[in-house]
Every structure is written in C-alpha cells, then in structure tokens.
C-alpha cells in the first residue's frame, strides 16, 4: 500500500511539472464537448508514466468487454490531452469520474480501483450495470 501511495505522490508530481511547463508554452484552449451517451459513463484520468494508471490498464479492459454497450469507459491520457484533464479539474491520477445516462457526474475517485469495486459504486450510485 504504501508503494502505491508513493508513486502516486511521483505520478501527481510529474503531471504538476508537465502541465506547469506546458502551461508556460501555450495557454490556446480547445473546446470540449462531453455528450450524454444513453448509458452510464466513466471517465479516466492517467497517464502511463504512472504505475497506479499503468495498473489499472487491465481492469478498464476487462469492464470495456463485460459491459460493452451498457458502461462507455473513455481512458485520458493526460499528459497527451492536458485541455481534457484541465476540464474535468483533475489535479491528481490515476482519478476516475462516474456519469450517469444523461452525462451528470455522479462521484469521483482518486487513485487504483478494481473493476469489481466500479460496478460496486455504479450500483451504491443507483445505477445497476
């Protein structure tokens, strides 16, 4: 546990310097349209210079195939997409944003979760997957 805390602690550093240094480069904004999909979304903010990001990889592949058509999962990369993680506020990774039907966020977490415990917060959220 404390290994992952710890490289959380590198991964929020490392994006706070990069978003700094590209901040000083360009301040052009592009904008961002988030469209209500029909099904309950969950958004992902990582980066794969971060080994708790680097470790989910797998669980968001395993809940793409099971609720295929049911859950949309959209993966940041934020280091690539600073506009989108400076959109949704995200200041730490690996951050995951839970939406419901209509594109409303419900909750958000910060650092590793399970795919087991996602569809348990989907479900303490009152949306059954």
Request: glycine share 6%; aromatic share 6%; proline share 3%.
């Amino acid at each position: 546990m404390k290994k992952i805390v710890k490289l959380t602690l590198v991964c929020t550093l490392s994006l706070l310097i990069a978003w700094t240094v590209a901040g000083c480069v360009s301040r052009e904004k592009t904008a961002i349209v988030d469209e209500a999909l029909g099904i309950p979304k969950l958004v992902t903010l990582g980066s794969r210079l971060c080994a708790p990001c680097r470790m989910m990889e797998p669980e968001l592949e395993a809940l793409e195939q099971k609720y295929e058509g049911v859950l949309y999962v959209d993966k940041i990369d934020v280091m690539r997409n600073q506009d989108r993680a400076r959109y949704y506020g995200v200041s730490m990774i690996p951050a995951q944003i839970f939406f419901d039907e209509d594109g409303v966020e419900l909750d958000r977490h910060l650092g590793f979760i399970s795919k087991e415990d996602i569809v348990k917060k989907f479900a303490e959220l009152g949306i059954d997957l």
